[in-house]
């Protein structure tokens, strides 16, 4: 048995993986995930694999809980390539390690297919895997809550009430105005990137995750299918 961790800004999420099957999805503030908290949950495993967008000192504490308790570990990192898949970044270790996780699982999970992939969370991110295993690039943009919260931070007059409707229609009042747009913002960026995809290949698969994902499939222009948990996926292919 493995945990599979990921470590984001203000918290962690991990799952216990035995036997390829992925155990529920744990999420823990990173102020309590520490010493105390692994040997509570951790002893039983044979080995970590973890990722992390920021906070090096978890993986530092991680790694020596790790040496201590004869326990294998690995920090995933983007890389140039694994297997068939190679990124189209020219520096791959600045690619952000949760689009290279969910590249590798999509390649992995659908292998000689094009696929665009779509990470609707705190950001929106999209990326273009061709049949051959080249990573094509993508877009980056802000997800639909930070969108939101930028309107309002920074505009004194707009005052709204946050909506978690998914609709295009034009807004009558100044709340549905401005989440109406950030949902069209976020599924015009989608539906652009599909065309701009399907310039290069023709599409095979469009597979859509994170938190905002069964929201946005109604309104794309081509079928899309949710797949959970990419990047635990993706982290899984790590273990030895």
């Not at 080249?134 to 946050?162: F, N, P």
Request: proline share 1%; charged share 15%; aromatic share 8%.
């Amino acid at each position: 048995m493995n945990a599979l961790i990921d470590i984001g800004n203000s918290r962690a999420k991990y799952t216990l993986y035995h036997l390829r099957q992925y155990g529920d999805i744990q999420v823990v503030a990173n102020e309590q995930f520490d010493q105390q908290y692994f040997n509570q949950h951790f002893l039983a495993v044979e080995g970590v694999i973890v990722a992390s967008v920021a906070n090096e000192l978890l993986v530092d504490a991680l790694h020596l809980w790790c040496k201590q308790n004869n326990k294998s570990f690995k920090q995933v990192v983007s890389e140039q390539q694994k297997a068939n898949l190679c990124s189209a970044y020219d520096k791959p270790e600045s690619l952000g390690v949760d689009r290279w996780l969910a590249l590798v699982a999509v390649s992995n999970i659908y292998p000689q297919q094009n696929c665009l992939i779509v990470d609707a969370g705190t950001a929106t991110t999209i990326d273009l895997l061709t049949a051959d295993g080249q990573h094509q690039g993508g877009y980056i943009l802000a997800g639909i809550d930070t969108l939101y919260s930028a309107v309002l931070s920074d505009t004194t007059l707009v005052h709204a009430e946050k909506s978690t409707q998914a609709t295009l229609a034009f807004g009558k009042n100044t709340s549905a105005n401005v989440n109406n747009a950030c949902w069209a913002a976020t599924i015009g960026a989608i539906n652009v990137a599909i065309e701009q995809a399907e310039q290069l290949a023709k599409l095979d698969k469009v597979i859509i995750t994170g938190g905002n994902a069964h929201k946005l499939q109604q309104h794309l222009q081509l079928p899309s299918e949710h797949v959970a948990n990419l990047i635990f996926q993706g982290l899984a292919t790590y273990i030895e």
